[in-house]
């Protein structure tokens, strides 16, 4: 994934590069909003991660001007200030998503994922997550390479629970997104076209984990580094 | 531990008639608690009081005064009239006398004075006649003594006291053709007391009575004039002072206006400072999350390349220690913000159940990790306030649950209405649970029971506490549903009436 990192702190910067390095993605490095703007206008990237508070022109500032010229790139806001009025603002701005530092790089390689996958859907047919992915053209499903049996139905969940992750999907919304097609779907309904997933995903580096009382969320089946925080 | 998480006076519109003015906050139970020996009550002067001492001390002396005067002058008119009662019957004697040609007129004056003397019961009567020469025409031979020389046709007055009694005596010289006689009639004086004490006790009466009444016209003009006062009282205390909002001035009486542009302007100075720390913080915020990021981040780069033991262990180590600083500062600078003046608050409607499926993800994640199952049971609950510090106060209590609760185990997260409309939310674990008497310490900043569960500042009750307090809620700990555990309640004040 070709990455742009607009970060004027060295430190931070080359550690995100690096760490963004070791979970696959090409990661490029600006200290400065105003070459960022004519490099992210000029060349074609995935993803673009701002950071908010920029020497000069800040992140948002730079996020406004860009997505006033038509730029479509994902962009991704990074901040010190976690105050609500910058979220909602960068939000707003067209942001397609927010960290608060500091993070964990898993997360941020988990959020970038997660908005490339929502745009590339837009875009392309394809979405992939880890071993998982699915092609909305053609409405199939792969595990491993192998390719996945699934129901016009599950085939939704699963989209659904994957263009979402890692937030949890309440239920209700699984149920509007069934109900599109086939008006009487009842929750109990998706709870078994739940379970028919879970069964087909069986053993895989992916699960569906259970919010009782919310909803469902896809998730690694083994997470093995600390809690992330939600900004 | 059942403690209000709100300052008092905060809904309480009625107030008592004689609470001072302004009513400081009650401090909250848990916080600076003086250990020892309450506070030594505070005098406080009323207003309401000196009005009535004012009022009703002169009111009483004037009545006392117009009593007093009223004797004397009841005094003054009774003697007068007597005086002249007695005066007449010593001149009648004298002329009786002169015009008796045969002497026999003593006696007839005997009879004549027995008859009145039993008439004027129980005032006795005495007199006395004497010829020019001194020699006893007529009367007692023993009230000599209290002869006196006056001008002729003068009556003269005196007191004597005669067997034992007081009397009024009064001395008459008659000049006839022949020379002078003199007469002295003397008469006991309980009738005269008698009509002055009738005339003073006509008096008296009404006058008490309105002393009275003017005393009780002053209670109740008291309590009129200072209505406007009581009224401010409860403005102030229910206005949102603890938030920095300015107390309107309309409606005011004149005489708080003083007082209240004061209070106004001193919120005034607190919001700028409040602003000034505002700033401050956030500068702060941003220096110092930048370093930690990258620390962090350069640590987990670190991480992910394959180490030697034991260096993988120590980046472990200083990794997790990273993370603490960062959640740490990021707690500090939650419970900064979320402090009365730290920020203007604007309260908006936050819906609960979408702030609970907000905080799931987060939630969930960390259940995972722990091995923790979470359970939420989301009912429709609607509350006025913040929404950014009502995530952190259900992060917070969703991060100590998990914390907390052994893994297999079950947390519960759940939010309502109650019947009175007030909306509630609650997070219970099945962990060692709160001990009755840590209660209210566990509010405190950095306070934290056992060994400071894994990385936790020991701010999330702090910060808990404070946005309850932002919002008017309380929060109770409790046992959990079972009896084991712990379940954290916050109970949102219920709406106002719509009008």
Known sequence: MRTLLVEDDAGLAAGIAEGLKQHGFTVETLGAAEPAQAVLMGTAYDLAILDVGLPGMDGLELLRRLRARGVKVPMLMLTARDAVEDRVLGLNLGADDYLVKPFSLVELAARCQAIVRRSRSAASALVQMGPLRIDAGTQTAELDGRPLELTAREWTLLEHLMLAAPHVVPKRKLVESLGRWDREITSNAVEIYISRLRGKLAGAALMIRTVRGIGYRLAQADPVTEAVEVA | MSERGRPAGTRDIAQPADTPLLTAPAPTAGRNQAVGAPPPPVRTPSLRRRLLLGLALPLLVLFTASAAWDLRVARRLTDDAYDQALASTAVGLAVRLETDADNDLAEHLDATMHAMARLDAPDAWHYLVLDAHGRRLAGEAGLERLLAAPPPNEPAFSQAVIGGEPMRVVNYRYEDGEGDVSVIVAVGLHRRDAATAGIVGATLWPNALLTLAALLVVLAVGRIVFRPLDALGARLAGSRVQDLVPVPLQGAPREALPLLAAVNSLMERLRAAARSQQSFLNHTAHQLRTPLAALQA????????????????????????????????????????????????????????????????????????????????????????????????????????????????????????????????EVADAGPGIPAAERDRVFLPFVQLGAGAGGSAGLGLAIVREVAERHGAAVTLGPGPDGRGTAARVVFPCPPRAA
């Open chain 2, 298 to 425: 350069q640590l987990e780069v670190l991480q992910n390349e394959p180490q030697a033991d034991p260096l993988g262990e120590r980046l472990a180590q200083l990794l997790a220690t990273a993370r603490r600083l960062g959640h740490m500062t990021h707690q500090m600078l939650t419970l900064a913000r979320a402090e009365p003046g730290a920020a203007v608050v604007v309260h908006a409607p936050v819906d609960l159940v979408g702030l609970l499926e907000e905080v799931a993800t987060q939630g969930d994640v960390a259940a995972q990790l722990k091995g923790v199952e979470l359970e939420f049971d989301p009912e429709p609950a609607t509350v006025s306030g913040a929404a950014w510090m009502l995530q952190e106060l259900l992060s917070n209590l969703l991060d100590n649950a998990i914390r907390h609760a052994p893994a297999g185990s079950i947390v519960t997260i759940r939010c309502g209405t109650q019947a009175d409309g007030a909306a509630w939310l």
